[in-house]
Nanobody, 113 residues
Framework: QVQLVESGGGLVQPGGSLRLSCAASGIIFSVYNMGWYRQPPGKQRELVTDISSDGTARYAESVKGRFTISRDNAKNTVYLQMNSLKPEDTAIYYC???????WGQGTQVTVSS
């Protein structure tokens, strides 16, 4: 079955950095666009960034210039490098293959001093 395991979240001060990972299994990872979504407390889940099978990335305006998505098809893993973190980046972060209904447990990111 499909499994998505996000990791790398934690508590970080404003201006700090984190690198999230999402390991996927049960899918042909290389053919999927992979997205990172986040759900802030009390809000809807939103798309942060995605990367196509050929490596083309798109970003929400709120994270452009601060976040970088990448993928390693040999490891079935997608990454999210997050720099210059702000308190409004606090959320549970999830990865998702191609807008499907598959979701992992997410990883909590908290940005606070």
């Amino acid at each position: 079955q499909v499994q998505l395991v996000e990791s790398g979240g934690g508590l970080v001060q404003p201006g700090g950095s984190l690198r999230l990972s999402c390991a996927a299994s049960g899918i042909i990872f290389s053919v999927y666009n992979m997205g990172w979504y986040r759900q802030p407390p009390g809000k809807q889940r939103e798309l942060v960034t995605d990367i196509s099978s050929d490596g083309t990335a798109r970003y929400a305006e709120s994270v452009k210039g601060r976040f970088t998505i990448s993928r390693d098809n040999a490891k079935n893993t997608v990454y999210l490098q997050m720099n210059s973190l702000k308190p409004e980046d606090t959320a549970i972060y999830y990865c998702n293959p191609g807008g499907t209904s598959f979701w992992g447990q997410g990883t909590q990111v908290t940005v606070s001093s």
